[in-house]
Every structure is written in C-alpha cells, then in structure tokens.
C-alpha cells in the first residue's frame, strides 16, 4: 500500500472511475510510464491495469529484466486492478518491460500496452520516453481546417517503408522522408497522405496491421519527436496526413496484450469471438469499459499528440459481425440470435461521437466491405456515425470492368452503371488502395487488357474514371507512374521505371489528372448531392462508352465527362446536351504528352439543334481510342490556356517545375448526408 500525496495528482480517484466506465477518454495521461518530479526528485511514474496479476514489477534493462525484488514492485491502488509507482532512479531511454505474476503463478514479461516509444523490432521492449515540448509550427493549418464535404480530398496512399529505400535497401528516418515526400506531394497535388499503420509492430509483413504497441510509433523510422517533426512539415506545406489505425484485432505475440495478466484481458475470453482465424489475431473485447477506454484514448492521442487529421479505420466489418470470415462452429450468435456483434456497434459509435466532440473536422474513414447500413449516417438516427466510408463495391465493381477484355465489355457494361445507384448511399471515398495490387491480383497497369500501349492507355482511362466519379480519392503509391510489377511489400518502388517514356508520360498524365480535379469545382463540391452527377447516357453497351456531367453549386462549373471503353476511335458520336452554346475541351487522356496518340482533340465545338439523349441540343464528338474527353461550357473572358496539355519538352523525371498548390476554397456546408454526432 502507498500513500503518497503525488499519487493524487498523478492518478485521481476521477481518472480511475472514468477509465472503468469507459469513458477515460485521456487515459494515456495517467496510464503508461510518465516522467514527473515528485517531492523534488526527477523520476518516472508507471501505472498499468492488469487486475487479476498478483504481483507486478518494473524489469528492465538495469536489473537483468528481473523485477520480482521488492525495489522493483508496483504498489496496487486497492478496487481499481491498476498498478503503480515512482521509480526516482529511472530516466529517458531506458528499456523495460512489466514482470506479472499471473493468478496461475506464471511470470510474465509484458510491454507497456501505453508506452510511448519500443525498441526495433525484432526486440520486444518499451522504451522510457518523453514526448512532450515538441514545438509546433502548423497553427496556421490546423486553424483552416474545415468540414470535408464540398472541399477537394485526394488521398496518397503509402507505406512509409518502401515507398523509397536507401541504396543500402535501409528505411529513410521520419525527418529524413519530409525532404523527399513533401516535395513529391505537392508537385502531384495532392491533398492528404495515408501513412498505412505506423503503430509499432513485430512483423513487417504484417504492414503494420497487427499491433503489439499501439501508443508507440513504429521505431522503424526514428523517435516518436521525429514523427511530429514529419507531420509538422506537412501541415505546413498544406499537406493533411491520414493515419491508418486498427481498433479491430491485435497480434498474439507473447510481449504484447495476448493474456496480459495470465487472463483473456483485452480480448474476449471466449475463443469464438475473440479469434480471428483468417489473420491469426485477436478481437478486442468491446463489452470491457477499460478496452473501450484504451482504444478511444489511442485515437484521441494520435490527434493531440501528433496533430494527425484523421483515422481510417481497418476491417471495420470484421468488428461489425460475428461470423466474419469463420465457418460454421467457429462463431456464436449475439443475445437475439444475429450475427452482428453488439457490443463493437456501440464501441464504433461512442468512438465517432468522442472524437467529433474534441476534433469535430476530424476525417472518421471506415473500410467496410459489406452493405451495412448507415455507415456515415448520424449516431442519433442509429448511424456508425463515420463521415466516410470506403467504397468497396465501386472499387470491386470497377477492377472487374477494366481487367475484362475489350470484347466480353459490352455484357459487363452494368458494373459502371450500377455503382451510380447506390453513389449517394454513404459519403464515399474511392479507393484504389494497396489491396488491390498485393498478393497476386497484379498491378493497376498490369490489371489492363490489351497490347503494352493498351494497357498504359486502359489505366490513363481508369484513373480518370476515378477522378470523376463521385466520392473523394485515395490512390496507392506507385498507380500514379505505372508501378509495373505488383506492390512488393519489403522492397521500394520501381522509380526507375520513370527513365521510360511510358512511364514517365504516365506519370504527367497523374500530375495534370491531379491539378484539373483541384481546380474544377464540379468534381468534388457535390460529391455527396444527387444533384452533383446526371448521367447524359448510361446505356451505349454496345459500343462501351458512358457519358455524364459533374456538377458544382454554379452552373459554370459543370463538366461534360465521355468515356470510351473500346481500343476504337468514334467519330461523330453524338450526346444530347441542356445547354446550348460553345464547349471546350479541357482535358484529354489521349494527348501525345501523357502517351496517347493526340489525333483526336477536340478544339471549341459549337452544339446543334438536334435532339438526342432527351435534350434539345447535342454535340457532335472524335472519342479517341480507351480515352478519357472532359468539356466545360466556353464563357466570355475564360482563359483557355487551361485546356491545353502540360509540355514536357522540357521537363524530365528529374527537373520538373513544382506545381503551385492552389489556394484552398472555404465553401458552406452541405446540409444534405453530413454526418452529426
């Protein structure tokens, strides 16, 4: 037992009763090891919960990782199952790890579940840290920051360890990628970068996506400050940065949360709901307030301490349902009988309601894979309560479209009609994400039909499907040049593909594709309004090509998007048009500096009085072969430079002019399909 006057102030009878009724939402602030000064003398405090232990020491690297002598012990706060003491010897930088008896009598070393830096893998240790008084420099981003609606959002998606390696095949640290990463976004436009999961994690084939510290940021890269150093210089640059996190299972490796205390702790302890047999990881137990509190205190620490703008949120499904990915026998129904998992739908809803509450323009992402209703519909109409959800039937509907040959098209022709129908369903992000260029199912580029010119022409023509469908954007590393070879999950990027003119056209393709979406309004200010798509002909199967108009709030901002599916030219094609007058083209897949043949542009086209598609007026178009044609309404004092394509005469793979990012427009909030908690 201790009585100690600064145990009070750094573990309050408040914070415990929170953090047991599940709603300590900063509970990293007491748990976890913490440098304090306590009756004048410079220490570290450890508190950890592990209620069934019966003892609980500080092993570490000064005492051979033994800490069963009494110097060592942790002092047990009676009713609360936390542990805790104030080691007066201990500094920064030292590696320890939690010695539990379990109720069985074994010994158990055990990371911190809150600490806040590990050892490199493949070692196993927590690491004393502090990670206060990193100065800030992004006040001025972090002010601007609006609800994401009607704003552009073009999410890079990478991981950090191979999107570019040293020549010895080492990771660049976090402060060393901001000299290369941020100048590469911003010449591509980007709005947002994901890094896929940066919490630490034994296995680096995992991706990161089973954790063992969740507090920690991967020491892969460098020191937690590092981090907030590459976080800070992206803020400042304009740059959000999106952080995928994995509230869904954990790994079962012996050092980390798997039987914490010598019992099933923050995992359910019946074995059909906590196993996930298809990824060998475990379920968070949702029923638990100390779980719940663990996992909302992570996502708020992510955006207090590391300014992060948002969370995507990993394999939310297989939180959703119980029978997820198992067999017969391997499941257990929920108290009525279903298959959805009570417990993980109100942890999911408490979570989007907590983090909107202190960060209310925070990005909530939710991969889900399934027709689960109300994904980002509001908690109070029985919603998840996210503000995006990934489009997965739009992602799977569309693969399965480009990667058809040419001739088998036509009978697939309603995998680009059908997602239109459920676009408004949820507030969509489209992503072409790095699962779908993993594990066999081959690159983008190598996705495509066709001759080697076909297929650099079939992605030129998916990407900018994707840039004009409804929904915000996330592309993985590598889609934007033409990575060749599928994602090679330990080695870099293939960037020396960008020495071949294919690729490096490719690569200008992206960049143009990138500033067109940043500077029309038409293609994200109604993403999430019916009124923002209006199909001009959805049913030339037989000749593959689909036509449509993208809108803004004004009506100067609407596009013409024409697609053609067919490695064939079509002349005089013909589309009903409202609006009489001049249109131009204002972008090209098949220009001759993004690699296509450039036969075909279409200069300024006057309609005619010829009714077709239901409308009073047409245009009469030259559709190039597997392009892409975009027009706008030509108006008095337009500039018409911004339809001409980029010169690369002189530009090459490495000499390019930045591009200069414009400035952002504040837009009203849509009242239509925004989320509210």
Do not use: C
């Amino acid at each position: 037992m201790i009585e100690n006057k600064w145990l009070e102030q750094s573990i309050t009878s408040e914070d415990i009763y929170y953090f047991h009724e599940g709603t300590s939402h900063f509970s990293h602030h007491f748990l976890g090891a913490h440098p304090v000064v306590e009756d004048g003398v410079k220490g570290y405090r450890f508190t950890v919960w592990a209620p069934n232990a019966i003892k609980v020491g500080l092993a570490h690297d000064r005492n051979g990782y033994h800490g069963l002598d009494e110097s060592d012990l942790l002092y047990k706060i009676p009713d609360s199952g936390l542990w805790t003491r104030f080691f007066p010897e201990i500094k920064e930088g030292i590696f320890y790890k939690y010695h539990i008896i379990s109720p069985q009598g074994e010994s158990l070393l055990r990371a911190d579940p809150y600490a806040f830096h590990a050892e490199v893998r493949p070692a196993t240790a927590s690491i004393t840290a502090d990670i206060e008084g990193y100065v800030w420099h992004d006040a001025a981003w972090r002010r601007k920051q609006k609800e994401p609606y009607n704003k552009p959002l073009h999410i890079y998606e990478m991981h950090f360890g191979t999107w570019k390696q040293k020549d010895d095949m080492s990771f660049y640290t976090y402060r060393e990628m901001a000299e290369l990463l941020i100048p590469y976004l911003h010449e591509m436009s980007y709005t947002h970068v994901e890094f896929m999961p940066l919490s630490e994690h034994p296995y680096d084939l995992s991706w990161g996506y089973q954790n063992t510290g969740y507090f920690a940021p991967t020491s892969r890269y460098g020191t937690p400050k590092d981090l907030m150093f590459l976080i800070d210089q992206l803020h400042q640059a304009g740059i959000g940065v999106i952080l995928d996190w994995v509230p869904a299972h954990f790994a079962r490796d012996a050092h980390g949360l798997r039987m914490f205390d010598g019992t099933p702790l923050y995992e359910y302890a019946d074995p059909l709901k906590s196993d996930k047999p298809g990824w060998g990881t475990l379920s968070f137990d949702y029923s638990k307030p100390e779980v719940r509190s663990f996992l909302i205190s992570n996502a708020i620490y992510w955006m207090e301490k590391y300014h992060i703008d948002g969370l995507r949120i990993d394999a939310v499904t297989s939180m959703l349902r119980l029978d997820f990915e198992k067999n017969e026998g391997q499941y257990a129904l929920n108290e009525f009988g279903g298959v959805q998992n009570l417990e993980a739908i109100d942890f999911i809803k408490q979570l989007n309601t907590t983090i909107y509450r202190y960060y209310p323009n925070a990005l909530m992402m939710a991969e889900e894979s399934s027709a689960w209703p109300g994904v980002t519909s509001p908690v109070f109409a029985d919603g998840l309560g996210f503000n995006y959800k990934w489009n997965m039937g739009w992602m799977n509907d569309t693969l399965e479209y480009f990667k058809t040959d040419f001739h088998d098209r036509p009978n697939k022709h309603n995998l680009l009609t059908f997602p239109v129908v459920y676009a408004q369903a949820d507030n969509h992000l489209l992503p072409l994400s790095h699962d779908e260029v993993v594990h066999g199912k081959k690159s983008l580029l190598d996705k495509m039909p066709g001759s080697y010119e076909q297929k650099f022409a079939g992605l030129r023509t998916l990407l900018g499907y994707f840039m004009t469908f409804p929904g915000k954007k996330l592309l993985f590393m590598g889609g934007e040049f033409g990575q060749f070879i599928e994602w090679k999950d330990e080695e870099p990027l293939d960037w020396f593909l960008l020495d071949y003119e294919s690729h490096r056209k490719l690569h200008a393709y992206s960049k143009a594709l990138n500033e067109l979406y940043i500077r029309e309004k038409g293609l994200w200010e109604l993403d999430h309004s019916g009124e923002g798509y209006e199909w001009i002909s959805a049913d030339d199967h037989s000749q593959s090509v689909i036509s449509y108009l993208r809108k803004g709030k004004k009506p100067g901002d609407t596009l013409i998007v024409v697609i053609n599916l067919q490695p064939v030219a079509r002349q005089n094609y013909r589309i009903g048009i409202a609006r009489p007058g001049s249109y131009t083209e204002i972008f090209n897949s098949d220009y001759k500096e993004f690699g296509g043949e450039g036969q075909h542009v279409n200069n300024e086209i006057r309609t005619e009085k010829t009714s077709w598609h239901g409308q009073q007026n047409s245009l009469v178009l030259t559709l190039p072969p597997l392009s892409v044609v975009i027009l706008k309404k030509t108006t008095r004092g337009r500039v018409k430079a911004d339809a001409k394509p980029v010169d690369l005469k002189s530009e090459t793979a490495q000499d390019k002019k930045k591009a200069v990012k414009p400035k952002k427009r504040q837009t009203k909030k849509a009242l239509q399909d925004v989320p509210i908690v």
